[in-house]
């Protein structure tokens, strides 16, 4: 009993430590900002000078790119899911549901891995990926919301991107295989499907959980019942220094990978290895407050 309620204040503890810490999002008027001074000097939010600089940032060229991912990745999505129902034998529905499965925790891995190197490592400053790619992770840590303001393609473009390479392979491959070799590979393709299908997500996903307002109900349920990020567990990752739960997917891997300090392990090899400390970009981009 007493061990209970040990429990629960502690976790009452941290729900209030993560609330007082990261960004209001549930405050629909331009954030946390209230009174004039913290308008003038705001840890976060569209008021943040810091954010403000990374918006501007967002260029034409840019936005053309994530265009062309997005048409290409989705034409490629629906050609090759005609190819696999076309293929699909009712038998091997449990191989086939395995593969999805493992499709599913290996993008939550993925997007935790791509999330914590491009949070912790390298500057907006480098030539070509740091305006284009790195860029987007900063703002997010100062302006969490302005992923709520960003329509489909800027939210999915990058995401989009990075599957077209095994999407396209995947296309070619049922173009010019025989009928046996496609059969022979099929839980692997469905496996690389699924992957790609929720790596394509991930930012959706992660947008959603940052959405207090008029989400659809489906998605509420998803969230509520931990089958894509729900709301309060991607807030975590929100507490500065931003160090922690960087699966955006599910985020079923973040409590395990979290207990074996996984993301403290990679930075002190990484520290040891260059001498370069983690997050430094991110710490100097938080500061440019007013
Ligand atoms: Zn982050
Ligand atoms: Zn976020």
Redesign the pocket.
């Known amino acids: 009993m007493d061990f209970d309620m040990g429990l629960s204040a502690c976790s009452a503890v941290k729900d209030r430590h993560i609330l007082e810490n990261s960004m209001l999002e549930d405050d629909p008027n331009e954030n946390s900002a209230i009174s004039q001074e913290q308008k003038n000097l705001p840890r976060w939010g569209p008021h943040h000078k810091g954010a403000q600089e990374l918006a501007q940032l967002y260029s034409k060229g840019k936005r053309s790119q994530e265009t062309v991912c997005i048409y290409t990745c989705i034409i490629l999505m629906l050609a090759n899911f005609c190819f696999i129902l076309r293929h699909f034998q009712i038998e091997r529905w449990t191989t086939v549901v395995f593969a999805a499965l493992c499709g599913i925790i290996t993008a939550d891995f993925a997007s935790g891995f791509v999330h914590w190197g491009a949070d912790s490592w390298c500057s907006v400053d480098l030539p070509v990926i740091g305006k284009n790619f790195l860029r987007p992770f900063r703002e997010?840590h100062i302006d969490?919301t302005s992923?709520t303001r960003h329509d489909f393609i800027e939210t999915n473009g990058d995401n989009f991107m990075l599957t077209i390479p095994c999407l396209g392979r995947m296309f070619w491959d049922f173009l010019t295989k025989s009928n046996e070799e496609v059969q022979n590979n099929f839980s692997w393709t469905c496996y690389l499907f699924l992957l790609a299908i929720f790596v394509s997500m991930t930012n959706q996903i992660?947008k959603w959980?940052?959405t207090y307002f008029g989400l659809p109900r489906w998605v509420v349920w998803l969230q509520d019942h931990h089958i894509i990020l729900p709301r309060l567990h991607?807030r975590i990752?929100?507490v500065a220094p931003h160090e922690t739960y960087f699966c955006?997917t599910t985020g079923w891997l973040n409590w395990p990978l979290e207990k074996i300090q996984f993301w403290p392990f990679l930075e002190w090899v990484i520290t040891y290895l260059t001498g370069y400390k983690p997050r430094t970009d991110d710490f100097k981009w938080a500061q440019k407050r007013a």
């Open positions: 997010h969490p992923i992660h959980s940052h991607h990752h929100h955006i």
